[in-house]
């Protein structure tokens, strides 16, 4: 079976951003490019459409083109199903992005050696792209973590895992809701705003994201996601009005960072605590971190006008 491993883009309104995505994927030449095109919502973004699609379609390296356009405008939520469906009916697995993430150049290479080297695991279902803790150091240097974390700015995956997923998470309503979420998290706050969303999104014909089910169909499979120690994700969409569900300043940004090769890897599968505490902490604060925050806040300006 070949192992050519093909990305899915996500193509919509925003052209300028396309422009600098596929600067990126040219850096490494995916040698099998699908873009999943979502039509225009009213007659102001048939041109954007249109021209999105376009710089998508036209790479400046030598691969095959799969065109997935939608007609009419279906969401973001089933054209990501409709994409990945149409992906994994002819790979065994590949990688994912939206317009608005730019990928390291090694990116592609580091997940095509470990799909290849977890084609078979099924304790492994998601590699990341993205690190929002940067600065760990896990003890022997290896070049990924194991984590419980699922990060949506650019990920690779396979067939299996993808067969498993359910956007409606019916299960959400038969397992230990509470056991799954404190295998997870460990702060309050967080196991509460991960209850939330997931109640939000079971069995919901009309959901506001896809990603949410996506990680219940890991922690509900057992499944854990590859972190690379360096952050190979950059999402550059916030700060935009014509974004779906990025706003304001991003706060989880960090530089674009390289992998080496040959990659050293964990002599085990085993979640990292550590560094999926340090992950929570930055997605999710406890209640004292934020008042500690807001009381450090209060005493620099404070402090700020005696030095004016």
Known sequence: MSTDVPVMLMAFIRPDLIKK???????????????????????????????SRSIAS??????????????????????????????FKEHEFGIYLEDDILLSSSFYNFAKDLLIKYRHNDNVGHINATNMSPGYLPPNNESYIFSN?????????????WDLYDVKMMEWANVDQKRILNKTLTNLRAKKSLNKMFNIHYNNDNPLAWGYQWHFNCL????????????MSLNIGFEREDSTN??????????????????KHPETIKQNLIFDKLVEDKLCPSNFNIIKGKLKNKINSFCSRFKN
Request: with cysteine.
């Open 220 to 231: 509900f499979n057992n499944a854990l996601a590859i972190t690379p120690t360096s952050n």
């Open 149 to 161: 974390h699922i990060a949506e700015w650019g990920f690779a995956t396979w067939k299996r895992m």
């Open 58 to 87: 036209n790479p400046s390296w030598d691969c095959e083109v799969i065109k997935i356009y939608n007609n009419s405008n279906k969401g973001i939520v089933k054209s990501f199903c409709t994409g990945m469906n149409t992906m």
């Open 21 to 51: 995505c596929m600067r990126q994927l040219a850096k490494f030449e995916p040698p099998i490019l699908y873009i999943m095109g979502d039509g225009p919502r009213n007659l102001n973004e048939e041109r954007l459409c249109d021209e």
């Open 246 to 263: 990025t706003f304001g300043i991003n706060p989880l940004a960090h530089d674009l960072e390289e992998t080496t090769f040959p990659l």
